[in-house]
């Protein structure tokens, strides 16, 4: 990795990693070569299917991989496009038209079928996606004027390039090669642009996806209509280069599932991995066929499932998660003794014991009102009646024992829960008030969040991760890297941006987070606690990130059991105790207040304090 810094701001340039492009582009060549140069028929046949099954896994890693929805129903899309394209070619339509035909119905259908879905998680939704390719097939046997039904229906065989049926198999390979190239390019160009980021986003976390601004669902839609409109198209190839079909192979589970099994062995939510997975599969299952025939049938499938055993085992994430592990650049420490930036060799106040005057310049007129907020979990009150206001360049601090419904007023405050009564109202960037709904609406409205458990987006690094906040205001990739680069290095993260999340320590995961809100350039944060579990060295970093934050016009409100932190931030400070507001007003006058000491201590030391 390589690192350039300037005075003032600092830039780390993306690390050069040629051999995957390379290694790419020499596995393609190979798959158009090699069949053209032996001329054999049964060899040209095997590299037909290499690129057909690549294809169709790199089509179904854009929603198994990147959005993390495992569909093991994916023949359903495959087997509308074969299906549109030979009737509309019995119609006298040629198959070039038709493919386009079937790929926008499977986008329609898909999107129709998943959007439901999408509320089941884990195996749930793969066992529903297995259930709707049932009931195309069984729809398919039932209409049999149009379909053929069990027998199946024969293509006619009008030669060329018209209709796509060939007395020798290179035009074929041609076609297929083609169309390989087109599904690897879309693929990629998705993984690059805002979808892909907010695809994986919303895949590792959707909770935190859904604090960035992301509509997990749309995105998600999106991914599932271009994955289904590319299967469809290969699908309509597969049937002309068969020249007949029939539905327990169109809409067949076993092959659904082995579209997905070439994704998983070669690196799910990789580019390249469904395409190293049908190039080392593939060959493997034609040679056993081709070795043993009649007498092994099945082999195949006991082949496949031995594979996928030992990358299960042995290579959880794939074989291009293995090499990238071997490849991968070492992990960089931060010294806590020492500043990460300019900025933060700036002098932290060791024991901060006067708080901000709650009269100082710079706090303006009311950002967010907060009337009468109730929130009920069946018969349990969580808050009740809960008013406040945070004005402009405000920091406010929120504190409560344990269980007292922070967090909850946390998340109806950021649209992750709705209240029963009362209202919240934001003021826009027009300087009207709004009453955002979800999410969605909150970031709009300019209102960043952190949550109490940090939730990084692991199979990120950490430029990715806070890229996925600056997606919110730059559409375009160089715009959105360039501002998460500026934003890790005021945030102290610049010698980290190419290492994996994952690999942080816990304050490092909390600057993370909030640098990933701050990249969406907020008017209002949310801190959860994000000094809870970190050393005294972070801390005081921590009061002076809060205090630079605050300083460029941001209001807070921050739930936090650091009193230090409090003492040092606050300018108004909001004690809750079992779901009600029992103090507010400045922050050394709170903390004496005996409710206060009642709620923290109970009633006999608040009595002998008295």
Not at 18 to 26: D, E, N, R
Not at 107 to 130: D, E, H
Request: proline residues 5%; charged residues 15%; contains cysteine.
């Amino acid at each position: 990795m390589s690192n350039e810094t300037t005075s003032g701001t600092s830039s780390v340039s993306a690390p050069s990693l040629p051999w995957p492009a390379i290694g790419v582009a020499l596995v393609l060549a190979s798959l158009l070569l090699i069949p053209l140069g032996i001329g054999n028929a049964f060899v040209t046949h095997i590299f037909v299917t290499i690129c057909l099954m690549a294809a169709l896994s790199s089509a179904w890693n854009l929603v198994g991989g990147f959005a993390g929805q495992l569909s093991l129903g994916h023949a359903t899309f495959y087997g509308i496009g074969a299906y549109t394209a030979v009737i509309l070619v019995n119609l006298g339509i040629t198959p070039w038209i038709g493919m386009f035909a079937g790929a926008g119905i499977a986008a329609i259908v898909g999107m129709a079928i998943s959007y439901p879905c999408f509320r089941l998680k884990g195996p749930f939704f793969s066992l529903a996606s297995i259930a709707f390719l049932e009931v195309f097939r069984v729809l398919t046997l039932h209409f049999s004027e149009f379909t053929g039904g069990a027998t199946g229906k024969m293509i006619p065989l009008k030669l060329g390039w018209t209709w796509m049926v060939f007395r020798e198999r290179w035009p074929s390979l041609l076609i297929i090669f083609g169309m390989l190239c087109a599904v690897l390019v879309v693929v990629w160009a998705v993984r690059r642009s805002r979808l892909g980021f907010y695809l994986i986003a919303t895949r590792e976390r959707e909770s935190a996806a859904k604090a960035a601004g992301v509509k997990t669902v749309q995105v998600r839609l999106v991914a599932v209509a271009i994955s289904s409109a590319l299967c469809a198209m290969l699908g309509t190839f597969h049937a002309m280069y068969l020249t007949f079909i029939e539905p327990s192979a169109m809409f067949s589970l076993t092959f659904s599932i082995q579209i997905a099994m070439f994704a998983l062995i070669g690196g799910l939510g990789t580019v390249s991995g469904p395409l190293l997975g049908a190039v080392l599969l593939v060959p493997l299952t034609e040679w056993a066929r081709a070795s043993f025939g009649a007498s092994a049938l099945g082999l195949h499938g006991f082949v496949y499932g031995v594979v996928l055993l030992l990358a299960v085992l042995f290579m959880p994430n794939g074989i291009i998660g293995l090499l990238q592990k071997f490849r991968r650049a070492p992990h960089h420490e931060l010294d806590e003794d020492e500043p990460t930036t300019q900025t933060d060799s700036i002098k932290a106040p060791a024991q901060a014991t006067t708080p901000p005057s709650p009269d100082r310049e710079g706090i303006g007129r009311d950002v967010m009102r907060v009337q009468n907020l109730n929130k009920r979990f069946g018969g349990l009150h969580v808050t009740k009646n809960v008013n406040f206001t945070l004005r402009e360049g405000e920091v406010l601090g929120l504190i409560g024992p344990n269980g007292a419904g922070k967090t909850t007023l946390f998340n109806m405050l950021s649209g992750f829960l709705t209240p029963n009564e009362g209202s919240v109202t934001v003021r826009g960037p027009d300087g009207g008030y709004h009453t955002p709904v979800n999410p969605a609406d909150f970031a709009a409205l300019g209102v960043g969040r952190t949550f109490q458990i940090v939730q990084p987006f692991a199979a990120m690094t950490v430029e990715e991760n806070i890229m996925v906040g600056a997606f919110y205001h730059h559409h375009d990739e160089h715009d959105a890297r360039e501002a998460a680069r500026q934003t890790a290095w005021r945030m102290g993260l610049g010698p980290l941006l190419q290492d994996e999340a994952r690999g942080l320590t816990i304050g490092g995961l909390k600057r993370l987070e909030v640098a990933r809100v701050m990249a969406m350039e907020p008017r209002i944060l949310l801190l959860d606690e994000v000094m809870a579990g970190i050393n005294q060295t972070d801390v005081r970093r921590a009061i002076d990130l809060m205090l630079s934050i605050r300083d460029s016009g941001v209001s807070i409100i921050a739930i936090e059991h650091v009193m230090q932190a409090v003492m040092s931030l606050s300018d108004r400070v909001l004690v809750l105790a079992a779901g009600e507001v029992i103090a507010e007003g400045d922050p050394h006058e709170v903390v004496r207040d005996p409710h206060v000491i009642e709620a923290y201590l109970g009633k006999e030391f608040a009595n002998a304090h008295r």
